[in-house]
């Protein structure tokens, strides 16, 4: 298993990229492509003293900054270390790839150059949110603002698969977010979506799930459109800061609090991690036709450690596999409908 | 001042309306106007020892269950508590209502029998929401699922009246709901929306706001659609109720969570009072001529006192009246860009 990580991406790179790798090379044994300035690399290494054993080091000039124009990785940053990285895994050097850089630069290079599966209308970034009783995939999470009932369908056909092959959920269940419970509540998109849904009978589709629900995890893949999604996810992560500030109030003001929060102090941190979505790696960018994850942008070694974790499991675990049969069942369901 | 008060909405209808009403009338020296079945209220009263004094009663006897049809307002339940109390407040009765009835039945027969103010495309309901830094009203918050821009302006400039005159906050700050900072993001009703904000000039406009700093308290009115809105408010409830359960479950398990309770419970009350939207009293119906206030369906006898009390500085500020003079101003700026 051949791992190719851009390493330079993300707030911490090259440093973080590198512990990551290192702590993955040695706990699960993965070969790593690693891209970017070789000279900056090496040197980077040598000052903190990590071991580049079981690295190949592929050079590249470039870096592609945050806020480049995505379509710029085709052009201008052709060389980057996020197009090689790309570049590789569409030429089958390496199995998969883990990248901290620009989202939107990694959904057009990835579709471009990786290209996307066969019937897939759109790419999609895919984070994985935790829950009160796990964790969820929620798709799209801002990729695409505007979308049709189809692309939901085909969201939770790769959301499903994700879930079942990584997170080993079985039958995950498959929610569409609505502002009512009733299937004739919502827009013509929820409308449509839930009538596709219940037509191609493949998911375990539970129909909608209200906004308030959500954190509790009645879904395990929760189905909507890139603006609402990126609503749920900002959001999320807005009221969690705002908790986070709340309770260092509470725990680091004061004598009494202090104590408090050496009382509790275990269960406060096992609330932290579980709440942490760095521990599950990063997001992956399903519809590509092979394992892409956009590790956060303020990944840690740690946080890039999980990541190469995750692309190890989806590269094989043969999520891919599984999305392509289930887009051909539906799109087999399709030409009999119509034939009828 | 006199406030109309539906006897029968809500979970804990009618003691918890009842004791509202009392302490209301003690506290701010209001007149109640009491709807609902008479014999029930006045036996209620009497054996909860509840005085009826400054309080007038008159009899409806039906009350719109929660999940009518909002439209059965108008005929199978035009005789309950909550069509008698729009009725007084059309006849000039009184001069605002407070209800904890079904959200649906109450824009349908305020926007019916009470009116929209002229020139107002759609009322809707806009709760008020706590923030980091205080609170904000959420506009819309699921009443119109569907909004075209000309109704977020509208949405903006009664949110910033009612933040300005009842919150007291000086030249509140507007933003749109938006999945990124820029002014090109977003879908068309973004877009669209943004220049009517920018071209009108009449409100404190701050552009976008990303969902992430809502809860921060980035915006004193965050303007919406009714889906989006709905989608806000529904998931800040949700992850208030998942933090509630974790901070419980901190607190309430073993000997050490308990002392640690106790040495930060005066730190956990303030932060949970903080964050309970009942303290600010109910929301407003915006939009409609005359004072409405939707208490939540939850609501006890304090948070009846408070959309009591919201309600008078509803109707004594004039709310309605800046209202309708900003909307005229609109109204003047399109008729001269339109002859120019």
Redesign the interface.
Known sequence: MKIIVDGFGGDNAPLAVLEGCRMAADEYGVEIILTGDEKKLRACAEEHRISLAGMELVHTPSVIPVDAHPQDIMTEYADSSMAEAMRLLSAGKGDAVVCAGSTGAMVVSASLMVRRIKGVKRATLAPIIP??SGCYILMDA?AN??CRPEMLLQFGVMGSAYMEKIMGIKQPRVAV?N?GAEETK??ELELGAHALFRQSGILNFTGNI???????GDADVVITD???G??????????????G??LK???M?GF??K???L??LK??KA?KKKMDYTEYGGAPLLGISKPVIKAHGSSNGNAFKNAIRQARDFAERDVIGQITDSLAKIKEQNTQTKAE
């Open positions: 829950s009160e801002g603002v505007e977010v502002i919502g827009r209200e906004p308030r629900y959500i954190p509790r890139g603006f609402t990126n609503v749920v996810l900002k959001l999320t992560e807005g009221l969690g800061k705002m908790i500030n709340a109030d509470i725990f003001d009494a609090g104590i408090a929060g009382l509790v269960k406060v609330f």
